[in-house]
């Protein structure tokens, strides 16, 4: 069955430190898809990123960027010189597949608390 | 702004009742997934349709219903409402083209029962 643990419940950093979310994952098919998404204190969801099982390349954007690595089952999320606005709950997903479009499995997130 | 759009915001409403929600995916997009969001379960998959069929079902109560509508959009109906109904709805689109879709969420609805 397919999991997603973030085991990092909360995580408080001072502004301008780099910080580190971890993401572990479950699947048993060779096609997965790992996402992570950012919940504001104004609740909604924001998609960050999309990766998938056979793309393998860290991506930076801005400040942040992700390493994904398979033999770990791993898809982490740092995110670099953190300001206030980072503050947030961020949730890893997994979805399977490789035929048409399944529900997201998510971990439990990690709230983010960025101090000035 | 996802594209997504998700009425009411909130609902608060009494044990016992019903209630329906509302979502309009994104423009174009054909696949409408519903999940709960509570303290003690997280973000939890109910419910998925695809063209106005249903595509998947996720741990979804049966006092809990859904459909698509033929212009796609929406309804999530809940009844005979207890006091652990009580969280955060979403409704969630994405293209259905294709495989992995990023799925864009709404901002949610807000339900309280009392």
């Known amino acids: 069955a397919q999991k997603v643990t973030q085991a990092q419940t909360e995580i408080s950093v001072v502004e301008k430190e780099d910080v580190t979310l971890d993401c572990v994952y479950e699947?048993?098919?060779?096609?997965?898809?790992l996402f992570w998404y950012k919940q504001p204190p104004s609740g909604e969801l924001v998609f960050l990123i999309r990766?998938?099982?056979?793309?393998?390349q860290n991506e930076i954007s801005g400040r942040y960027s992700w390493n994904f690595q398979k033999s770990t089952s791993s898809f982490n999320f740092t995110i670099t010189a953190s300001q206030v606005v980072d503050s947030a709950v961020y949730f890893c997903?997994?979805?399977?597949?490789?035929?048409?479009?399944?529900?997201?499995?998510f971990g439990k997130g990690t709230r983010l608390s960025v101090i000035a | 702004d996802s594209g997504v759009t998700q009425t009411p915001k909130h609902l608060i409403t009494a044990t016992g009742q019903r209630v329906t929600l509302r979502c309009s995916p994104r423009?174009?997009?054909?696949?409408v997934y519903w999940y709960q969001q509570s303290l003690d379960q997280g973000l939890q998959f109910l419910i998925q349709?695809?063209?106005?069929?249903?595509?998947a079902k996720g741990n979804i109560l049966e006092r809990f219903s859904a459909q698509q509508f033929p212009d796609l959009h929406s309804e999530l109906n809940l009844s005979s409402l207890e006091l652990g109904d009580s969280a955060l709805y979403f409704c969630?689109?994405?293209?259905?083209?294709?495989?992995?879709?990023?799925?864009?969420f709404g901002p949610g609805t807000r339900l309280t029962v009392l």
């Open positions: 969630a689109s994405s293209s259905g083209q294709g495989v992995g879709d990023t799925q864009y």
């Open positions: 699947t048993r098919d060779t096609t997965y898809y």
């Open positions: 423009s174009g997009d054909l696949s």
């Open positions: 349709y695809y063209n106005g069929e249903e595509r």
């Open positions: 990766r998938n099982s056979f793309d393998e």
């Open positions: 997903a997994l979805s399977e597949g490789d035929s048409g479009n399944t529900p997201l499995v």
